[in-house]
């Protein structure tokens, strides 16, 4: 369990002796992560069945966490993801994952489910991100062990400008270009990493999650 002693306190324990509970206490949901998993969630001795009608997750304190009975651990960086968990061809490693969502970029719950996800112990750590020099970057400052990426002999033709004839031009790879020089320039990058961002820059193409998971890209774990 990881409780601190110089935390806020939440609104609840602050209205006990305050006219306004909100002044002076931490954001609502601070350290709340939504997390999932393909079948069940499984902390603290207990068993989280995940359905039809939660199949995003359920919500969980991570300092109330004592266990995690998951031998691998996902941190996702969409949240459509998190809803299409069982369409994910994923390798056999991670069938039993417990899966958390990072959160948006300016949302609460990235901040908790990175400090959570960053001081677990004894359980394999994976990044999942999309298919681009961001993602990349995502993956390698993320504290993660891998990398959940296509497998890499999908690379040319998953990036090739025809694959699937997608409508509309290409727009994140000329977005990204600080990512990718910043990673072009990085000398601690995994031994995938200059293959990809060749195939990338060949191509001057990326892919989401989203792609991944509506064409049922094979994927694989590779080392950070």
């Not at 031998?71 to 993801?81: I, K, Q, T, W």
């Amino acid at each position: 369990m990881a409780k601190s002693k110089d935390l806020l306190p939440t609104r609840i324990e602050l209205a006990k002796t305050h006219n306004n509970e909100k002044g002076g206490s931490r954001p609502v949901g601070a350290d709340l992560v939504l997390a999932s998993a393909l079948s069940t969630v499984c902390v603290n001795g207990l068993r989280l069945p995940i359905h039809k009608v939660n199949r995003s997750g359920v919500m969980l304190n991570w300092r109330e966490i004592e266990r995690i009975e998951h031998d691998c651990v996902v941190l996702v960086e969409n949240l459509a993801v998190m809803t299409a968990l069982a369409q994910l061809q994923l390798p056999d490693e991670l069938q039993g994952a417990l899966f958390l969502y990072r959160g948006d970029a300016n949302d609460n719950h990235t901040s908790a489910a990175y400090q959570w996800f960053r001081q677990l112990t004894h359980v394999n750590k994976v990044v999942f991100a999309d298919f681009d020099p961001a993602g990349i970057e995502i993956a390698i400052s993320s504290g993660a062990e891998w990398a959940l990426l296509p497998q890499q002999a999908q690379w040319e033709y998953l990036l090739h400008p025809q694959w699937q004839q997608l409508i509309g031009a290409e727009s994140r790879f000329y977005a990204q270009r600080e990512s990718l020089n910043g990673l072009a320039e990085r000398t601690n990058k995994p031994e995938w990493g200059e293959q990809l961002l060749r195939t990338m820059g060949k191509h001057r193409q990326t892919r989401t999650q989203e792609h991944l998971i509506a064409h049922q890209v094979p994927l694989a774990l590779f080392p950070l």
